[in-house]
Each structure stands twice: as C-alpha cells, then as structure tokens.
C-alpha cells in the first residue's frame, strides 16, 4: 500500500510543477429571473476540496487555483445546482446564475443534484423519492423491480427479497443509511427489514464492482440513502395514508425535517401497516395477513468541512404465512400439487395465525467526517445491529404459542473510510473495516436449531482508484480483501454425522458425544480477494459507454454450511454442507448509455462465471416416522450467467410519454450441463403516461407488464410412494407456471392546500383484469394463486 | 479529533476480544415417538402377530425399520392393541398413556390395500369418539395387501367418515405413519 502512494504522489509531483496555481476566482451568484443576489450559495470546483461560500452581498472568492479548465459546481437550498466550466489563465471575475425556485421545496430533478456515482464504470440506478412514495405501503423488493433486470424471489406477497440479475439473499449487500444489514438474509423467507418511508432514494448498483461496502456482492449493492440535509433554517414533512382494497390494507407514514442554518439537522420518520388475508381472484388466501410498525431519527450537524450523525431505527414486523402452505410430510405436498385451489380457504380476516413470523430489527449508529484541506476526507462510523427474529408453526397443545426458531443477531460494525480527492482527475478512496457478530438460536423452542449459535469476526480492507484521463475516458480500478472467521458450536445427529461422512471428514470437530447428538466446535476462516477494473467513455454529449470487470469472492453463509433438520414451515428437510467453498465470481459487464432532453437509454448487458455457485435444490424424500419429507440440499457447481436489462424512456410531446423495462438471463449449471434452479423468466413491462400540467399535475399511466414461461428449468422431479393411497406418484416440483400478462393503471393529481402545503392523490389499480397466475419465483406457487385486483389509494400532503 | 481516533480504536478492540462462549444446550426433542407396535392377537386362538416400526434417530437420516412377524389367518377376527414408545430412554417411555389421557385429541387410522381386512374401533374418547388404540381386525379372504396404520394429533372428528375410521377428511398432524405388508393365508 505505501509502494503504491509513494508512486503516485511522485507522478503528481510532476503535475504540481507543470501547473501555476496562484490565480484567484472572484465572483458575484445571482438569480437567474431577477438578477437578485444569492447569499450562502456554496461554488466547489468539482473534483477538488477547494470551495467558498457567498456571502450578503452574493460575493465569493476562491485563491490558489491552478490554471487549466475547471468546473464550478454552485449549489444553494431551493436552486437547482448549476455547473460551469471555466477556463483559467490569470485571475478570473464573473457573475453566476442560479436558477431559484423558493418556496417550492419540491424534489429537485436528480438531473440537477449532485448525484455522485460510486463506480463510474458500473450502471447505477437511483429511485427517487417520488418513485418510492408509490411503494410506501409495499416493500423495498417491490420498489425495487422499477429498475429493469431487478426482479424478486416470494414467500407470498408480504416476503419479498430483491433479485438483481438472478442473484438474491447473501450475493446482494443493502446498505441502510450507510449500515450494512445484517438480519438473517440467508433464508428464502426472510425479506430485508427495511422501511421505505425513512429512505429518500434508493440506488443499485449491478455486480460486485462497489467494493467500498464488500466484496462479496456477487449480485449487487442496494443503498438507501437519507435525506441530505440543507443548511437553510427550515421545517417541512410530509404524511402519506393510503388504503387498498386486495387485504383491505391501510397504511400511514409520516415524517418531518428541521434543519437549521447553522448545520444541526433532524429528521424523524414513523410508519405503521396493516393488511389482512390477501385475495386471489378466485378465492381469500387465508392467513396473508401481516402488520409492521417502524420509526426511525436521524440527527445531526453537518457542514462542508465536519459534520456527525446519529441514527436510530427500529422495524417491527409480524407476518402471516400462507395457511394451506402448511404440510405435515410428502403427501400434503402431493395434495396441494393436485388441487387446483389452496386446500385451505377461510373468509377474510385480519388475524394472523401460526405459521407466522415475528422479526424486529433495531440499528444505531454514529458517524463523523472531517475534511482536511487540500488532501479529502475521513469518516468514521460505528454502528450496532440487533434482529431478533420469532418463526411460529402450527404446533399442537401446549406449543402452540412458542417460537419453532428463535434466533437473536447482534452486530458490531465499526469502519473507517479515506477519501483523497483533492488532486485533479484523481480520487482515491480506501478504508478498514472490522465487525463481530453473533448469533444465538434459543433452545427453549423444543425445537433442533435449524442453524446454530455462532460467533463471527470480519476484517476487512479496501482501496478504490478513479482516475479522468481526458474529458472522454474515465478509469476506475479497485481492490478489497476481507477476512471471515466462524466459530460455531452445533449440535448434529449423530446419526445424520455419520450419514454425511464427517466421522471420516472431521472427527476432530466432535467436542461432547450426548448419545443421539454430538456437540461440535467447527471453525472455519475464510480469505476473499475482490478486484474492479472499469472504464467509462463519453462518446457524445448524449452517449457513453461503460465497461467493466470485477472478481468477487463470497464464502458460503450459515445457512448454506449449518441447516440441519425439518423446517417446519417450509415442511422440508433442509441440509447444509461443511465442505462448501466461497464462491469466485467474474463478471463482465458492458453498458450503453444515452441521455438527451426527451429521452433516457440504459442498456446492462453482462457475463458472470461464477465457480463453486452455492445453490440449493430437491433431493427426494426423506422417511421418519411421521412419514416421508422433501429433502433439500445444499451443493456447489459452475455456473455461468449471460443477461441484459433495458430500459428506454422516451417523452414523445409535453404530455405523452412512453417506458421499456426488459430483461433476460441465461443461466447455465456447467459442470452439470442443465439450467440452474428458481432464475427469473424473460420479461416485459410498457408502460404508456399522459401528464397534464393544468390539470393539477394530472398524471395517468397504463402498463402492460408480460412475464414469460421458465423454459429452462432442472428437473428435480421425483417418484413417491403415498401409503394413504397405496400409489406410487410422480411429485412434479420443478415445472414453472405458465407466462402471464397483467395490465396495471396509476392516476395521480396535486392540489394546493393553503399557502404552504400540497397534497397529492394516487388511485392505482394493480391487476386490471383480476387476471389469474402463479410467479415462477414465489415458494408459495406450489399452494395458491397470486393476487387479484388491487385498488389503491394514497394520499400525500406535504407540509 | 484525537479523542474521536481513540474512541474508535477503543470500539474496535472491544468487538475483537469476544467473551468465549458457553457450550450451548441440548435440544431433546419432546415426545419423540421412536416405535410404533401393533399386537394382533387372533380371537379363538392361534399365533400372534406383532407390526412394528421403529426409527431410533427420529428426525435423522436413518430410516425406519419395519418388521411383521408373521402371515394373518383369512375370515378371522383379531383384538387389536396399539402402542407408541420412545425407545430412546431406558425405560421406554409409553406414550400410548399420554394418547389415551389425550383420547379427543387423537385418533389412529388403519387403512387397508386389496379389500384384505377392516378395522372398527372399540375404544373411545370423554367425547364418545373413537381413540383406536384399541380395535377389531378382520381378514378377509387370502391375499397380499398394505395396512398403514396412522396416528392424527388434533383431527376433525366431527368431519365425515372421520369417526368410521375413513381418514379422508381428518386433517391435523401426523405423528406417526406406517405402512406395513401383509400377507393372508
């Protein structure tokens, strides 16, 4: 690491002597639709840490800058920031415009905000916040699917975990205001704990190559980011209530904003849904019911030089599973594939019945950054994380009201991060991370542990490079290494630990022999290397293109080396393996770019290779005494990923506009020669709006949303006999439903209410046809139909 | 700006040095019902026949064990007794005991292949239901078939053919299930 400082601070050496840097900037900001002065604006010359704030008189002066062209970023609270390229080849006097929009304190176009991208080279999608208010009864996997080639894996409607690219659960990293979650993401029913409302965008960036936050984000990063606070004395929040008839749902969310001039800010939002049983168009899916109450805080002080922040949050969600998806062994799987219809239809109810999950998360962090003249910025961050996570089954008598899994997560993370961007065309970033982890699985559920306590220590380093070689190249290189260590304490069958070879394997890992059970200590230390070489090329002022190439290395997760036993309520034998490897993941990606005043192009095409791919898939059945269970287990192959997602967004006139979103991925198991299990189908959304200003901001949009048939799928299908009946049947688990096509419709108005507020209504109607399907990619496909019609309404007022 | 480093290293030593943990207990799982033992003793005389199913690991990879002792003798009426154990405790622990004090809340099933015999209940539950750890077996005339004998925490005794035996429409859980081969002489 020094080596490669010493290189590049003597190759800047040179820079510094071929350069004079003793010119000053003096200017003057001014409205640009009434020539009046602007106070308190903030000039920065991009890509350095050299800046000036106006002052009464709208004046501002910058010394010491070098000649050369340089951009001025000017931002100031109700402006849309402006950028001006200047050239400097003696002291430079001017007069700058700013285009000021008052009292609005509507978002800013992202157009306009100083949107930093954190890989060049990589495709970055940003959901504003307009976009996430439609999502503010849902949550963040159906927001997420906005964005072409993010699609989602369900346990029903109300569990919903991001897919970027076919790739879910522990290959996707979400960072919640600067905190990476930690809450048990390993499991096909465990959805991120996360409250859109407290989010003021969100971003994804594709691929691995973000190494600032891992390198194991094989599928991609997802990054919620607060409110950005403005140094401008001001209060104003907002309440979104909505209501919607498919659960017959209502939802609240209210948050508020004080910022001061001085710097300190304070932002609180509160959120709390309700939804009853969910509807197909045929008949209530009982028990889909679920509640979730959250609030977050977020303070701070905050200037361009220093600044702090606190974060409190804390998520409450209780969710129903659906009833009939409940078996008791091979023959009530048997049942359901047959029947048409879930074998389990009640009328609609708000109450949540076992099977059920009972999951809180808290996070709190501290943070603090410094900017050191001339040389960038430090910032350093603890945070802490506690997921308490409650999963009931139908269990009988005296059980019925305890937990089957009871696991309580506690993290520590503690980072620190070094930004040099104070040299020209050159920003450096690098930064440590350490984080312990632990996890302990109650035993006075009755229950075996499906994963284990365990104790988890993480370290972690990182440097990424950028560099602008000319106006139209732009470089970005990265490495990270991170360092994981597990020391679990498990308890195996001691008839399952012969049965899977471990006596011969590790008989060393045996530290108490109970009889039945053995109580072992594995440890197991795992090194991943992660690499990121990327280029970006302006090939117009529309065009670019962006390539990129990035190695990541993900270690197997609990679940996938520990899940040992009958997970009641997914009634299947689920079983990890001690002899998996990390996955090597190498990815290629190249995306096209166009952007001009009516019209916005991002095309993602990639290839991924991933070796020793970590999967899990069927594997017959396995006969107790209760009867015969799916057996799913855990296994390593090669894979190979090729996709593209496209979106197009085009604006034909002022009031008619048209979107694409389209993806598809070829997923291949290499070493086996056959697809690989539960990748997302080929599809299809287009969308069609018309906006009408002097309607009160009408806006309506249809869109037709097609998604295809699975064709590609392994055939885990296996033959069964069912002592009921006497009869040996073909249990047909992997043959995807068929491709559907729904047709959805969004309405929008805003009207103003007294001096200083708006409010906003949206009707929007989901499934217009009350069309019938099953998703590919939800586990409850097997048991029910998906949703019927949805009518929602929301209302907004800000305030 | 000092005191921030030395709060920061002071954070990260904490979370290196981790209180060594304690051995974790022991979950045994409760009412684990290893065997099950179906005694058919001939009315009027003749052999006994035992069926028995037996998985000592419980939930564990190993299979179950199912063993009949001898052929059935044809158009014969046998007393049936039923019972549930956990062979993995010494003493077996009987839990056809708990079964009976818990009579409404299960039922045994005894379903057959080929027409080879029927079962009717002769036990019943404070209900006036049928528990069947107690029955009557008629064979048939000769022939090979399956007997699955099922044991349904919580079934819907009120529900159709429930109390006859049928288990079509019983629902609840299944405890125990076992299929055995019988022959009749």
Same mark, same amino acid.
């Given at each position: 690491?020094?080596?490669?400082?010493?290189?590049?601070?003597?190759?800047?050496?040179?820079?510094?002597?071929?350069?004079?840097?003793?010119?000053?900037?003096?200017?003057?900001?001014?409205?640009?639709?009434?020539?009046?002065?602007?106070?308190?604006?903030?000039?920065?010359?991009?890509?350095?840490?050299?800046?000036?704030?106006?002052?009464?008189?709208?004046?501002?002066?910058?010394?010491?800058?070098?000649?050369?062209?340089?951009?001025?970023?000017?931002?100031?609270?109700?402006?849309?920031?402006?950028?001006?390229?200047?050239?400097?080849?003696?002291?430079?006097?001017?007069?700058?415009?700013?285009?000021?929009?008052?009292?609005?304190?509507?978002?800013?176009?992202?157009?306009?905000?100083?949107?930093?991208?954190?890989?060049?080279?990589?495709?970055?999608?940003?959901?504003?916040?307009?976009?996430?208010?439609?999502?503010?009864?849902?949550?963040?996997?159906?927001?997420?699917?906005?964005?072409?080639?993010?699609?989602?894996?369900?346990?029903?409607?109300?569990?919903?975990?991001?897919?970027?690219?076919?790739?879910?659960?522990?290959?996707?990293?979400?960072?919640?205001?600067?905190?990476?979650?930690?809450?048990?993401?390993?499991?096909?029913?465990?959805?991120?704990?996360?409250?859109?409302?407290?989010?003021?965008?969100?971003?994804?960036?594709?691929?691995?190559?973000?190494?600032?936050?891992?390198?194991?984000?094989?599928?991609?990063?997802?990054?919620?980011?607060?409110?950005?606070?403005?140094?401008?004395?001001?209060?104003?929040?907002?309440?979104?209530?909505?209501?919607?008839?498919?659960?017959?749902?209502?939802?609240?969310?209210?948050?508020?904003?004080?910022?001061?001039?001085?710097?300190?800010?304070?932002?609180?939002?509160?959120?709390?849904?309700?939804?009853?049983?969910?509807?197909?168009?045929?008949?209530?899916?009982?028990?889909?019911?679920?509640?979730?109450?959250?609030?977050?805080?977020?303070?701070?002080?905050?200037?361009?030089?220093?600044?702090?922040?606190?974060?409190?949050?804390?998520?409450?969600?209780?969710?129903?599973?659906?009833?009939?998806?409940?078996?008791?062994?091979?023959?009530?799987?048997?049942?359901?594939?047959?029947?048409?219809?879930?074998?389990?239809?009640?009328?609609?109810?708000?109450?949540?019945?076992?099977?059920?999950?009972?999951?809180?998360?808290?996070?709190?962090?501290?943070?603090?950054?410094?900017?050191?003249?001339?040389?960038?910025?430090?910032?350093?961050?603890?945070?802490?994380?506690?997921?308490?996570?409650?999963?009931?089954?139908?269990?009988?008598?005296?059980?019925?009201?305890?937990?089957?899994?009871?696991?309580?997560?506690?993290?520590?993370?503690?980072?620190?991060?070094?930004?040099?961007?104070?040299?020209?065309?050159?920003?450096?970033?690098?930064? %440590?991370?350490?984080?312990?982890?632990?996890?302990?699985?109650?035993?006075? %559920?009755?229950?075996?542990?499906?994963?284990?306590?365990?104790?988890?220590?993480?370290?972690?380093?990182?440097?990424?490079?950028?560099?602008?070689?000319?106006?139209?190249?732009?470089?970005?290189?990265?490495?990270?290494?991170?360092?994981?260590?597990?020391?679990?304490?498990?308890?195996?069958?001691?008839?399952?630990?012969?049965?899977?070879?471990?006596?011969?394997?590790?008989?060393?890992?045996?530290?108490?022999?109970?009889?039945?059970?053995?109580?072992?200590?594995?440890?197991?230390?795992?090194?991943?290397?992660?690499?990121?070489?990327?280029?970006?090329?302006?090939?117009?002022?529309?065009?670019?293109?962006?390539?990129?190439?990035?190695?990541? %290395?993900?270690?197997?997760?609990?679940?996938?080396?520990?899940?040992?036993?009958?997970?009641?309520?997914?009634?299947?034998?689920?079983?990890?393996?001690?002899?998996?490897?990390?996955?090597?993941?190498?990815?290629?990606?190249?995306?096209?770019?166009?952007?001009?005043?009516?019209?916005?192009?991002?095309?993602?095409?990639?290839?991924?290779?991933?070796?020793?791919?970590?999967?899990?898939?069927?594997?017959?059945?396995?006969?107790?005494?209760?009867?015969?269970?799916?057996?799913?287990?855990?296994?390593?192959?090669?894979?190979?990923?090729?996709?593209?997602?496209?979106?197009?967004?085009?604006?034909?006139?002022?009031?008619?506009?048209?979107?694409?979103? %389209?993806?598809?991925?070829?997923?291949?198991?290499?070493?086996?020669?056959?697809?690989?299990?539960?990748?997302?189908?080929?599809?299809?959304?287009?969308?069609?709006?018309?906006?009408?200003?002097?309607?009160?901001?009408?806006?309506?949009?249809?869109?037709?949303?097609?998604?295809?048939?699975?064709?590609?799928?392994?055939?885990?299908?296996?033959?069964?006999?069912?002592?009921?009946?006497?009869?040996?049947?073909?249990?047909?688990?992997?043959?995807?439903?068929?491709?559907?096509?729904?047709?959805?419709?969004?309405?929008?108005?805003?009207?103003?209410?007294?001096?200083?507020?708006?409010?906003?209504?949206?009707?929007?109607?989901?499934?217009?046809?009350?069309?019938?399907?099953?998703?590919?990619?939800?586990?409850?496909?097997?048991?029910?139909?998906?949703?019927?019609?949805?009518?929602?309404?929301?209302?907004?007022?800000?305030? | 700006?000092?005191?921030?480093?030395?709060?920061?290293?002071?954070?990260?030593?904490?979370?290196?040095?981790?209180?060594?943990?304690?051995?974790?207990?022991?979950?045994?799982?409760?009412?684990?019902?290893?065997?099950?033992?179906?005694?058919?003793?001939?009315?009027?005389?003749?052999?006994?026949?035992?069926?028995?199913?037996?998985?000592?690991?419980?939930?564990?990879?190993?299979?179950?064990?199912?063993?009949?002792?001898?052929?059935?003798?044809?158009?014969?009426?046998?007393?049936?007794?039923?019972?549930?154990?956990?062979?993995?405790?010494?003493?077996?622990?009987?839990?056809?005991?708990?079964?009976?004090?818990?009579?409404?809340?299960?039922?045994?099933?005894?379903?057959?292949?080929?027409?080879?015999?029927?079962?009717?209940?002769?036990?019943?539950?404070?209900?006036?239901?049928?528990?069947?750890?107690?029955?009557?077996?008629?064979?048939?005339?000769?022939?090979?078939?399956?007997?699955?004998?099922?044991?349904?925490?919580?079934?819907?005794?009120?529900?159709?053919?429930?109390?006859?035996?049928?288990?079509?429409?019983?629902?609840?859980?299944?405890?125990?299930?076992?299929?055995?081969?019988?022959?009749?002489?």
């Amino acid at each position: 690491m020094k080596k490669i400082l010493v290189v590049f601070f003597c190759m800047n050496v040179f820079w510094i002597f071929s350069q004079k840097c003793t010119y000053n900037i003096q200017g003057t900001i001014v409205d640009f639709h009434d020539g009046s002065i602007i106070d308190d604006a903030t000039i920065l010359i991009k890509n350095t840490n050299k800046f000036a704030v106006s002052d009464s008189e709208g004046n501002f002066t910058i010394s010491n800058v070098c000649n050369g062209k340089i951009t001025l970023v000017i931002s100031h609270i109700g402006c849309k920031t402006s950028e001006k390229t200047i050239k400097i080849d003696g002291n430079y006097t001017g007069k700058f415009l700013l285009e000021h929009h008052s009292e609005e304190l509507e978002e800013v176009t992202l157009k306009g905000k100083i949107v930093v991208k954190k890989v060049a080279s990589l495709s970055e999608t940003v959901l504003s916040k307009k976009m996430l208010e439609n999502y503010s009864a849902a949550s963040l996997g159906d927001a997420l699917k906005e964005i072409a080639g993010v699609s989602s894996i369900n346990t029903g409607n109300a569990i919903v975990k991001p897919m970027i690219n076919g790739m879910h659960s522990s290959r996707i990293i979400v960072m919640n205001n600067g905190v990476r979650l930690q809450d048990q993401e390993w499991g096909i029913e465990h959805a991120p704990n996360i409250d859109l409302n407290s989010s003021e965008s969100v971003s994804v960036i594709k691929g691995a190559g973000a190494l600032a936050f891992g390198s194991d984000a094989i599928g991609g990063v997802v990054l919620l980011n607060p409110k950005n606070p403005i140094r401008k004395d001001s209060l104003f929040g907002s309440t979104i209530a909505g209501f919607q008839t498919n659960g017959k749902a209502y939802n609240i969310a209210s948050s508020l904003h004080k910022t001061y001039k001085n710097g300190y800010f304070l932002d609180a939002n509160a959120t709390h849904k309700r939804f009853g049983d969910f509807r197909a168009p045929d008949y209530f899916l009982t028990n889909t019911g679920s509640k979730s109450t959250a609030f977050s805080l977020n303070v701070g002080y905050k200037t361009f030089e220093t600044g702090w922040n606190l974060f409190v949050s804390s998520i409450a969600n209780e969710i129903g599973i659906l009833g009939a998806s409940h078996i008791g062994g091979i023959q009530d799987l048997v049942n359901a594939l047959n029947s048409q219809q879930p074998l389990i239809q009640n009328d609609f109810s708000y109450r949540i019945d076992n099977p059920k999950q009972d999951v809180t998360h808290f996070i709190a962090k501290a943070s603090y950054f410094k900017r050191f003249q001339n040389v960038g910025k430090l910032t350093l961050q603890y945070d802490f994380q506690e997921n308490q996570r409650f999963e009931y089954d139908r269990r009988i008598g005296d059980n019925r009201f305890i937990p089957a899994v009871d696991l309580n997560l506690q993290t520590h993370t503690a980072t620190a991060d070094f930004l040099f961007d104070a040299k020209n065309s050159w920003t450096f970033q690098s930064g %440590t991370l350490f984080r312990f982890q632990e996890n302990v699985a109650n035993p006075a %559920t009755g229950v075996r542990r499906l994963i284990p306590d365990y104790q988890k220590t993480d370290a972690g380093i990182y440097t990424t490079i950028k560099h602008e070689f000319s106006e139209n190249w732009l470089f970005d290189t990265g490495f990270r290494y991170d360092f994981n260590f597990y020391g679990v304490k498990k308890f195996y069958q001691t008839s399952r630990w012969s049965v899977l070879g471990y006596d011969v394997l590790f008989p060393e890992l045996v530290i108490q022999d109970l009889g039945t059970q053995l109580l072992t200590n594995p440890e197991l230390s795992f090194h991943n290397f992660a690499m990121s070489l990327g280029a970006k090329r302006t090939l117009s002022e529309e065009n670019s293109l962006l390539l990129n190439y990035t190695m990541a %290395t993900r270690p197997p997760n609990i679940a996938e080396l520990f899940s040992d036993g009958l997970h009641h309520s997914a009634a299947r034998i689920e079983l990890g393996s001690l002899t998996l490897n990390s996955e090597k993941s190498n990815r290629f990606s190249l995306s096209f770019l166009k952007e001009n005043s009516s019209s916005k192009w991002q095309i993602d095409t990639y290839i991924n290779t991933i070796q020793d791919y970590i999967f899990i898939a069927p594997n017959g059945t396995e006969q107790t005494i209760r009867g015969a269970f799916p057996k799913w287990e855990y296994r390593q192959t090669d894979a190979l990923l090729v996709g593209f997602d496209i979106n197009i967004q085009k604006e034909f006139s002022e009031n008619w506009g048209y979107s694409l979103n %389209t993806s598809y991925i070829y997923a291949q198991d290499t070493e086996n020669k056959m697809p690989i299990i539960d990748m997302p189908p080929f599809q299809m959304k287009n969308s069609i709006s018309y906006n009408n200003n002097d309607w009160h901001g009408f806006s309506s949009t249809l869109i037709s949303e097609f998604i295809g048939r699975q064709n590609r799928f392994p055939d885990f299908n296996f033959n069964q006999f069912i002592a009921e009946t006497n009869t040996t049947v073909l249990v047909d688990i992997s043959t995807p439903p068929n491709a559907y096509h729904l047709f959805h419709i969004n309405n929008t108005m805003n009207f103003d209410l007294g001096k200083h507020s708006k409010i906003q209504v949206s009707l929007n109607i989901n499934n217009l046809l009350n069309t019938s399907y099953r998703n590919y990619l939800n586990r409850l496909r097997f048991f029910a139909d998906d949703l019927g019609r949805n009518f929602q309404l929301q209302i907004k007022i800000n305030y | 700006m000092k005191k921030y480093i030395f709060l920061f290293s002071y954070l990260v030593i904490m979370s290196l040095t981790s209180c060594s943990s304690e051995d974790p207990e022991i979950v045994n799982e409760e009412e684990l019902i290893t065997t099950l033992r179906v005694t058919l003793t001939p009315q009027g005389g003749g052999t006994t026949v035992t069926l028995q199913l037996q998985d000592l690991d419980g939930n564990g990879p190993n299979a179950p064990v199912t063993n009949v002792s001898g052929p059935l003798q044809a158009n014969k009426t046998y007393t049936g007794v039923t019972q549930v154990l956990n062979e993995t405790e010494s003493p077996a622990e009987n839990i056809t005991l708990e079964v009976k004090e818990e009579g409404y809340e299960h039922q045994f099933f005894y379903t057959f292949s080929n027409s080879i015999a029927t079962a009717t209940y002769t036990d019943q539950d404070k209900n006036g239901r049928p528990i069947g750890i107690t029955f009557n077996l008629t064979t048939t005339t000769a022939g090979i078939g399956n007997l699955t004998v099922t044991l349904r925490h919580e079934p819907n005794k009120a529900a159709s053919g429930v109390s006859a035996g049928i288990i079509t429409n019983a629902g609840g859980e299944t405890d125990v299930e076992a299929t055995f081969n019988l022959t009749v002489n």
